[in-house]
């Protein structure tokens, strides 16, 4: 990895980096935003779903299983040699699920047998209530015992007996409630059931679908990680981009994302071959990424299936009807009333209540699989056919193409577009002033975002960098900064992708990193600058004069919702402070701002590292009051990144000069 230091290079530039900056903002002007600039994107990329945000504890908890990734007994093992193995019973538990484990009794006696799982490399283990539940099928008198226990020192943190209810014909599920008694001193537990082989009728007994969940996210049945949702929700996010990038598009043709078998009971979910190279169970589904959204009270961006797979492979003009209807029906399961087909169902599997989508995008990145057949066959019809057929059926959705007039495309209208960047801290900075050039029509997502190179490090199959990093941080912000000055043509950006499980992964840059521990949930240094940039909301961009140009320091200015002055701010190649005398037009001597400023470590290389726990990313705050002119004056330390909020006192023109420009409008 070529390391091409930030701070060194930016001496080279230092005859421009000592300047101060002397910027008005204008009252007047400006556009108003669209708001939702601050967003979140799940992908199920190594173990970010299922191990990752999906609470779910049980590893390989149905024995789900494809071509790429056939059925295995991965995550289980025996329990005082019981023998386990995979059965595809002639009566399996539903379609979804036909393989189920078979543990047959042999020849332990007296002692209970069974079997156990580690879970997503490890088990967090507290006092606090885990909620589980499993399928047996066999002939079984007596009771399951349910336990979780150190796979170090085999000392047992909590355990519960459960009635059997097993009998040879059929599955029956068995459903429990465990609270330790006991703090687990790591995450090298297993979670066990157990029984006495006496009580088994003809040798052997079959199990599918054991599952295991910790407390979840408000406290969701089936729900997700709440120290995760909360470091999200910390965000102050305002969208999630969902399902995700590649997986929606899937492997092949008949391998995809197929939103209607993500829903209802578990047991009728078949899960896919992931794109990232493993099983995934689809116990994260449509519905549950829909309360992922309404627990942070954020926009969802449903990405529908267009067609294309990562194989290259297309859907042929004449086989697009059936590609159009299915994602007409993942709208109308999504927002229909309970009359309509799709609405109907979701009320059976109660949510009566219809979501509001205001966001559907058409596929992911259509410019890059089996370009440019795939991509030529994007604008020659799967586009156009798909935003024909949601204009008419869904008027109010807003449309949004997978590639962006970024990307040699002509979107038809009504359709915004999605931007992609995966780019150098330097190409960041390069890119500030690119969305300067949208017009009006041309509205764009940036759906993905993050800086995974260093300066000189581009070659794309080059290794990513281990970590987000605090210069890479600031260059993200700066990308941003260029976003939000046209926060009326980019509707929202969004980093990506978001979690990374330390265990198994192929993609290292992510804004979080976790494992089995929480200890290890890990906010990055573009986390902590994201935090900073959402907090505020920016809602009419205002004009600024100034008497330097762009660079080293870079800016964005407008109003809140409540009409505070809101100015976000980074420093980038500079080595010396640069001071800033910052003027609000209609503000007086007096006039109060909070501005807090985020520096980083020494080595601009540096980052939050999951096994040391730290954090490099330094925040303060600090009141400052306005001058003559309503003039506030700060100074910017190199590699940083700041926010200024008025709070709204004195600035009584410009409460008059809002009024007299809501009346015009
Ligand atoms: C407002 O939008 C127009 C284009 O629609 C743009 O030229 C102008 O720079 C924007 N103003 C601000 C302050 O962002
Ligand atoms: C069970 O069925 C799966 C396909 O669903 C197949 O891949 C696997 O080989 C079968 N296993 C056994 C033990 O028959
Ligand atoms: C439990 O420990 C054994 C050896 O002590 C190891 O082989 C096994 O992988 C461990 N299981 C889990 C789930 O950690
Ligand atoms: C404990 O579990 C962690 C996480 O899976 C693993 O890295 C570590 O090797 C385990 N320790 C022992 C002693 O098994
Ligand atoms: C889900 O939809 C796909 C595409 O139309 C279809 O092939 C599949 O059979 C459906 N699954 C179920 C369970 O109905
Ligand atoms: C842009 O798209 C058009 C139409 O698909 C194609 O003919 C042209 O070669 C493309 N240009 C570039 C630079 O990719
Ligand atoms: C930062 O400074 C270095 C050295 O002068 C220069 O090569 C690089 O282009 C600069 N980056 C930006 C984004 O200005
Ligand atoms: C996840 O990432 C690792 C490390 O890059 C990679 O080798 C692996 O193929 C990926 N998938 C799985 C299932 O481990
Ligand atoms: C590249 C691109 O799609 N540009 C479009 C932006 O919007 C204008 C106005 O609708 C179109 O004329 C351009 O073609």
Known sequence: ??????????????????????????????NVTTSTMYGLMHEDINNSGDGGIYAELIYNRAFQGSDMFPTSLDGWSSVNGAALSIKNSSTPLSWALPSSMNIAVGSGKGQKIGFRNGGYWGIDVRVQKYTGSFYVKGSHTGSFTASLQSNLTGEVFGSVDVKSKSVEKGWTQHEFVMVPTKDAPN?????????????????????????????TYKNRPNGLRPDIMEDLAELNPTFLRLPGGNMLEGNTQTNWW?????????????????????????????????????????EPIVAVWDGLSLDGHFTSE???????????????????????????????????????????????????????????????????????????????????????????????????????????PDGNVASFSQFDHLTKDNLTLIGEYATVHPNGGTAWEGNLMPYPWWGGSVSEAIFLLGAERNGDRVIGATYAPGLRNLNRWQWSVTLMQHSADPKQTTR???WYMLRLFGS??????????????FGPLYYVAGNSAEGHGIFKAAVYNSTADIPVSLQFEGFAKGATAQLTVQTGPEDPYGYNDPFLQNNVVKESTITLTAGDKGTFEFSLPPLSVAVLETDGKGKTCVKRKKRAEALKV
């Open 318 to 424: 004449a086989d697009f009807q059936p590609i159009i209807q299915f994602a007409l029906d993942e709208i109308e399961f999504l927002t229909g009333d309970v009359s309509t087909k799709w609405g109907a169902v979701r009320a059976s599997i109660g949510h009566p209540t219809p979501w509001k989508v205001k966001y559907v995008e058409i596929g992911n990145e259509d410019w890059l699989a089996g370009a440019p057949a795939g991509y030529d066959s994007f604008k020659a019809y799967r586009l156009p056919l798909l935003i024909k057929a949601f204009t008419e059926k869904y008027p109010d959705i807003k449309l949004i193409s997978s590639s962006s007039v970024f990307d040699n495309i002509t979107i038809p209208a009504p359709a915004a577009g999605d931007f992609h960047a995966y780019l150098t």
């Open 524 to 526: 990055s240094t573009s």
């Open 258 to 298: 197929k939103w209607n078998e993500t829903i209802g009971p578990l047991k009728d979910r078949p899960g896919m071959a992931n794109v990232w190279n493993y099983q995934i169970t689809y116990g994260l589904g449509l519905v549950e990424y829909m309360e992922w959204c309404e627990d942070l009270n954020i």
């Open 1 to 30: 990895m070529r390391r091409l230091s930030i701070a060194a290079t930016a001496a080279l530039a230092l005859a421009t980096s000592c300047q101060a900056a002397n910027l008005v903002v204008h009252a007047t002007g400006g």
């Open 536 to 549: 505020k909301i920016i809602t009419h961009t205002r004009p600024v004069t100034s008497d330097v140009s």
């Open 187 to 215: 995450v090298n537990n297993t979670f066990a059931i157990t029984f006495d082989p006496a009580g088994v009728q003809g040798g052997s007994l079959d199990f599918n679908l054991i599952s295991l969940f910790p407390p």
